[in-house]
């Protein structure tokens, strides 16, 4: 990284400030976040990360976006917690094509202290494949985030999905300020965070603005900010809602890069609806991350081998695994050799 480019990092944005940086001409707002973006990743390195949805279906909660929850009839078929080594099988497939990260989800409220050992134990044997961890459960509570943690668990998943104003039209079975204790204990834990939102959900701009202002001033940036497009699902409230301008989409994808100079920014759901027109200008507003894979959870993504042919045509090359401190510098080399041998043989290298 080059010293002098580097902005400060802060954690003290105003609704003003941020509103201002959505204000800006679109050109001017693609430079000032590409500057901020080459002032600290490789532009042309993208991280790739798969989901598995580990349990589907019949949540109680009723996120209004959501094709899981159980009060919308959304034709979902439901499943009861995958076995281990169904997880870990989906998990080589992932690994042996080129995700660096395994991302599980489920449908649930919160984790039951029943389940925590079945969870416990996909965190070791996907570790053990040499991938990165995350995981996404709904609530914790700090023993069942020090439980995670003490497996191995790298990241964990919990966003707050839009501004404290707006929650409230988007969910009513959990608070805002729930969403926050999860966050709390997952840091106090010692794991990565991966927090953002969804837009696209009837939102005002000022909601980006403030979903965007939250995350900035937490104490510790995410190190991972999914930024979702609505998938919009028959059945679920938001079946219908307008479209949301590629621009405005794009512009909340710039301000996050902008706000949060070092964490990872992902082009998350809806890229499936989505032309290679708007990923490209996704990427060049600083996103850096994105789910590789067939299926989301429960819906589609774009095809694995559509994916290596944008990233082809873009000249981006898929981020190696970050080498982490608690790991011998010899393991750490049998897992880029891995990674570097499933990359080769799924990806177009553009350092080649
Ligand atoms: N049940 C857990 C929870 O909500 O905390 C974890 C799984 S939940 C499906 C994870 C995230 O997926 C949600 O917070 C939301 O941001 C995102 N999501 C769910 N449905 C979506 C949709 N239709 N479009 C875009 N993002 C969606
Ligand atoms: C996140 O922010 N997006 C992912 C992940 N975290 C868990 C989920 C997207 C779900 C899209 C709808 C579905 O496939 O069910
Ligand atoms: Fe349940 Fe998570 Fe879907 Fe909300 S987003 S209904 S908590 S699965």
């Known amino acids: 990284m080059n010293a002098s480019l580097a902005p400060t990092i802060r954690h003290d944005w105003t609704r003003a400030e941020i509103t201002a940086l959505f204000a800006l001409p679109f050109s001017d707002l693609m430079f000032q976040a590409q500057s901020v973006h080459r002032a600290h990743f490789n532009p042309n390195e993208v991280q790739v990360s ?11 909660e009723d996120c209004a976006y959501c094709p899981q929850s159980a ?63 995350c995981m996404t459960l709904g609530m914790l509570d700090e023993s069942q985030a020090q439980e995670l943690a003490d497996a191995g668990l790298d990241y964990y998943n919990h966003n707050l999905d839009t501004s404290p104003e707006y929650y409230g039209e988007i969910i009513t079975t959990r608070t805002y300020q729930d969403r926050l204790e999860t966050l709390a204990n997952v840091r106090k834990a010692g794991m990565k ?56 989409f794009l512009r909340t994808i710039a301000v996050a890069r902008i706000l949060m100079p070092q964490s990872h920014v992902r082009l998350s759901a809806g890229r499936e609806q989505m032309n290679e027109q708007t990923q490209a200008m996704a990427f060049l507003a600083g996103a850096n991350s994105i789910f590789y894979g067939e299926k989301l959870l429960t819906t589609p993504n774009p095809e694995a081998n559509k994916d290596m042919q944008l990233f082809k045509k873009l000249g981006i090359k898929p981020e190696a695994y970050e080498v982490h401190e608690d790991e011998s510098e010899q393991e750490a080399s049998i897992v880029h050799q891995l990674q570097e041998a499933a990359m080769d043989s799924m990806f177009y290298n553009a350092a080649k």
């Open 71 to 133: 009060r919308y009839d959304t034709g979902l078929e439901r499943e009861k917690l995958m076995a281990v080594e169904k997880v870990i099988e989906e998990a080589k497939a992932a690994k042996a094509s080129g995700a660096t990260r395994f991302c599980m989800g489920a449908a649930w409220r919160s984790p039951k202290n029943k389940d925590m050992p079945y969870v416990t134990t996909m965190v070791q044997g996907v570790k053990a494949l040499g991938l990165e961890t």
């Open 50 to 60: 798969t989901l598995c949805s580990i349990k589907t279906g019949a949540c109680p």
């Open 193 to 248: 965070v991966c927090c953002g939102g969804i837009v696209g959900m009837g939102e005002e701009e000022n909601d980006r603005a403030g979903l965007l202002q939250q995350l900035a001033n937490m104490p510790e940036h995410p190190e991972s900010v999914p930024i979702n497009m609505l998938v919009k699902v028959g059945g679920t409230p938001l079946e219908n809602e307008a479209d949301l301008d590629p621009f405005d």
